[in-house]
């Protein structure tokens, strides 16, 4: 299988706190790879160096090599912002952005330039919507706010938003913790979906849930990755 990430020797210290302690690790295409292990073993940390959204955290300090398609993202030529339209997340609690539900979606495409032209934006707009399991709920409201929806919609709004820009990877941060359990159901269903075109992150505190939606899953322990492997062999083992 295709590797989109490669991460070799990383280390994480915020100041001189060591969160993430030497962690080698694949993330594979058209593939869920799942984080797993105890609230503060460097999950979150470690899905935050993948796009380098660690770095807006000014004692955030990264070491070792990450490379996307074997390009190092922390190559001094490499802009994070470009990067996050490769790399893209969604976070714990929904947040789109105070606008309407067709700019939240419009908005990566735009900046980044990927539509020549109006009917080309609302081409994106449409499929990004589709692909998040959200058009036929929203194709007769584009208008309105994106924040006015249930949290389960507004969740879906920001994969489609993320989706927007054809990220080669998607990180997401316990998308599904704000969640009720219909949109729980639903979001990891899409999840499964999202799993045919994209190479899918998701860090979870929930051993359950990266059974469910997971095909690899990276335990980390007190900043370790004390096992990765495929999602089956690790829950059936004895
Ligand atoms: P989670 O376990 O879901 O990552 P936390 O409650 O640990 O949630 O963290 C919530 C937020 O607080 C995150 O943005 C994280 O970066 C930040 N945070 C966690 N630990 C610290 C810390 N020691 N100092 C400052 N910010 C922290
Ligand atoms: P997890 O996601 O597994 O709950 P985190 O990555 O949030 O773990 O935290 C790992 C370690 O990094 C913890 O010691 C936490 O306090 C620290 N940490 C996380 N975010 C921050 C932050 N923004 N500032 C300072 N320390 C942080």
Known sequence: ??????????????????????????????????????????????????????????????????????????????????????????????????????????????????????????????????????WNEVKDRLNAPGTGMSGGQQQRLCIARAIATAPEVLLMDEPCSALDPIATAQVEELIDELRQSFSVVIVTHSMQQAARVSQKTAFFHLGNLVEFDDTDKIFTNP
């Not at 935050?48 to 660690?54: A, D, I, P, Q, S």
Request: aromatic share 6%.
């Open 1 to 134: 299988q295709d590797i989109k990430i490669e991460a070799k020797g990383v280390q994480v210290y915020y100041a001189d706190n060591h969160a993430i302690k030497d962690v080698d690790v694949n993330i594979a295409d058209k593939t869920v790879t799942a984080f797993i292990g105890p609230s503060g073993c460097g999950k979150s940390t470690f899905l935050r160096c993948l796009n380098r959204m660690n770095d807006t955290i000014d004692i955030c300090r990264v070491e070792g090599k990450i490379l996307l398609d074997g390009e190092d993202i922390y190559d001094p030529k490499v802009d994070p912002v470009q990067l996050r339209a490769k790399v893209g997340m969604v976070f714990q609690k929904p947040n789109p952005f105070p606008k309407s539900i067709y700019d939240n979606v419009a908005y990566g495409p735009k900046i980044h330039g990927l539509a020549r032209n109006k009917a080309d934006l609302d081409e994106i707009v449409e499929q990004s919507l589709r692909k998040a399991a959200l």
